[in-house]
């Protein structure tokens, strides 16, 4: 999958999960402030994220993740290391 393909998937089921507008979602936004996360919804999404994606994320990695573009290729590298 390419990775803009990648990207668009990404924000649409992160957008419809979190009920948040999709033009809301760009690179340099706070995932945390723009999806209106707090601890038990970061589970919700890291669950969401190993669900679609197919990925295995430990509890401490997604802490280093702050932004959609750190996401991106956080999820991104693991995909291609299948």
């Given at each position: 999958m390419e990775k803009q393909e990648f990207i668009k998937q990404v924000n649409e089921v992160l957008a419809k999960?979190?009920?948040t507008e999709i033009s809301a979602i760009?690179?340099?936004?706070?995932i945390k402030e723009t999806l209106e996360l707090d601890s038990?919804?970061?589970?919700?999404?890291?669950?969401?994220?190993?669900h679609t994606f197919?990925?295995?994320i430990k509890g401490?990695?997604?802490t280093t993740v702050k932004t959609f573009e750190n996401l991106y290729d956080f999820i991104y590298e693991r995909l291609?290391?299948?």
């Open positions: 999960e979190f009920e760009t690179p340099e936004a706070d038990l919804s970061l589970v919700d999404m890291v669950a969401l994220i190993e197919g990925v295995k401490q990695e997604i291609n290391q299948k």
